[in-house]
């Protein structure tokens, strides 16, 4: 789609989506030991080396940056789920399968900062973009289906990226044929906007006499 090279067609920049997605909580295996870590968002630790915690994926790849942990990738990034999504995702042209709501950005984030404790990367980001490719195919065929007729789009399972990219499409395509059904709604708006609005006779006027 067009929405996936072009960012300002999107509602929220790739950078301000992945943003989001670093809340999210991961496993990590310290090599240090540690004292626990009060932020605003919540205590983690403390940090014993070879036990592992879960963190927020920000703070995971700020540590994995220092060389003081390893990531554990999540459960359905591994090569037999993935597998078993592509297939189903295949196999259903009309249904979306249900994956991590930020599945797209967890996945760059680890294959940027953390690739070195993913199992089997390559083929596990080749499917990830297979995944991705062929839900994005399922969205355009959906906007092809959309008629005048249509009120409202319901699309279940997609992800906080594909939600971002599809949303605009799927405003402008129903404004689109909302004025193009309706040209007499359009004509009546914009002439109800130049008309001043009428004078009401309150009965006739008495002259100011001088005094």
Not at 168 to 181: E, I, S
Request: glycine share 4%; aromatic share 8%; hydrophobic share 40%.
């Amino acid at each position: 789609m067009a929405g996936q090279s072009n960012p300002h067609l999107s509602l929220f920049s790739p950078s301000e989506v992945e943003f989001v997605a670093e809340d999210e909580i991961v496993e990590i295996v310290p090599n240090i030991r540690m004292e626990a870590l009060n932020m605003i968002c919540g205590d983690f630790g403390p940090f014993f080396p070879q036990i592992a915690s879960k963190v927020p994926l920000w703070l995971a790849v700020a540590l994995k940056r220092r060389g003081k942990c390893t990531v554990r990738a999540p459960e359905w990034m591994t090569v037999d789920r993935l597998t078993q999504v592509l297939e189903a995702e295949r196999e259903s042209p009309r249904e979306f399968q249900p994956l991590p709501f930020h599945y797209i950005e967890v996945s760059k984030l680890l294959f940027d900062h953390a690739r070195d404790d993913i199992s089997d990367a390559y083929l596990v980001r080749s499917l990830i973009e297979d995944i991705r490719d062929v839900r994005f195919h399922k969205v355009e065929t959906g906007l092809e289906t959309i008629s005048g007729r249509t009120h409202a789009v319901k699309l279940k399972n997609l992800s906080a990226m594909e939600v971002n990219i599809v949303r605009p499409f799927m405003v402008r395509t129903l404004q689109a044929f909302y004025k193009h059904d309706s040209p007499q709604m359009i004509q009546q708006a914009d002439t109800t906007g130049s008309r001043s609005t009428p004078v009401t006779d309150r009965g006739p006027r008495r002259d100011l006499r001088r005094r």
